[in-house]
């Protein structure tokens, strides 16, 4: 499990546990002292800021090659642009542009606005489906950690109307914030491609308290395990095979338990099946998550989505722990 890659570095040398980890709509006790309790030092920080700087020099120089091959794929499969740029909050929420290579059709987002992509999203092109899968797509960032507007490790850099989104239903969410954001991180490692905003907050902060050298290295040579795997938009495990190698055990099932969000509703007869095949239709149109796509045909409230969802959570979490 992830917890044996972080250790607190207090006194007791205790490990923090998941279940330690604040996942409500408030500011907590919990919350202050995890903020209170980074002993990061400005050395520390400093070395990191160096060691980011020089591996991104080194990435950037030596993926010379991939980035003139995916920019001729690009441009033969859809023409220009061939880099896409977002408006990303960093460290304080101050925002910066973030850098991608275009995975997506052109203006995908004229009619949507900000969404998250979807599995077998029809916006991504082929080359975008690889280059995703991959995270090839993400390569472009190593201009952003030069600029040290990242860093190689932390949270993932939210979009700013996304982010308000989820301040509003989890005010915690903003304490993501306190670090530099990452290319990489315990969210993006462990969570799945479809984790909930609750869920990668708790991977997060669990990163913030703990952060260190050792743990960052640790992280990014699983990310370069992904990457050779491509499964950085897997819906499963990312780590199952190599895990499953280190301890000769199934961390994890394949194929997850836990009911989709349309069935738990369904069975406590809070919407009908006849109302969930039109949010479906619905939510297919604007690319948005079925629970939006629910509350906003009036199905629901956002009160009993949010109890719903915090409900399959617990399932997830149960069945992890299973698992492990």
């Known amino acids: 499990m992830f917890l044996k890659l972080v250790k607190n570095k207090g006194k007791n040398n205790k490990l923090i546990k998941e279940k330690d980890l604040p996942i409500l709509a408030k500011h907590t006790e919990q919350d202050r002292y995890i903020v209170k309790g980074l002993d990061f030092t400005v050395k520390e920080y400093a070395f990191k800021r160096i060691f980011d700087f020089s591996l991104a020099l080194i990435g950037l120089i030596f993926s010379i090659p991939i980035w003139i091959l995916v920019a001729i794929a690009i441009w033969l499969e859809d023409g220009r642009p061939i880099l896409y740029k977002q408006r990303r909050l960093g460290k304080h929420e101050r925002p910066f542009w973030l850098f991608k290579f275009r995975s997506m059709v052109k203006n995908a987002e004229d ?61 915690a969410f903003a304490l993501r914030t306190i670090v530099k954001p990452g290319l990489t991180g315990i969210a993006q490692v462990y969570g799945r491609y479809d ?119 617990i399932m997830r979490e149960q069945e992890y722990r299973t698992g492990a």
């Open 111 to 171: 009619s949507t606005g900000p969404v998250w992509a979807m599995e077998n999203d029809p916006r991504v092109t082929k080359v975008g489906r690889f280059i995703r899968a991959t995270a090839i797509d993400e390569l472009p960032q190593l201009i952003n950690i030069l600029k040290g507007d990242i860093s190689f490790v932390g949270p993932r850099a939210e979009r700013p109307e996304l982010a308000a989104k989820f301040k509003r239903n989890i005010p």
């Open 195 to 313: 984790t909930p905003p609750q869920h990668k907050l708790r991977y997060d902060l669990i990163y913030i308290k703990n952060q260190s050298f050792i743990l960052d290295l640790k992280l990014i040579l699983l990310s370069f395990w992904i990457t050779f795997t491509g499964k950085w938009q897997s819906r499963e495990d990312k780590l199952g095979v190599l895990v499953r190698k280190k301890t000769a055990k199934t961390m994890q099932p394949s194929i997850s338990l836990v009911k989709p969000l349309g069935q738990l509703l369904i069975e406590a007869n809070v919407i009908t099946q006849e109302q969930l095949k039109e949010a479906l239709a619905y939510q297919r149109g604007l690319g948005i998550k079925i629970g939006e796509a629910l509350v906003k045909k009036g199905f629901l409230s956002n009160q009993v989505l949010n109890q719903f969802l915090q409900l399959q959570l």
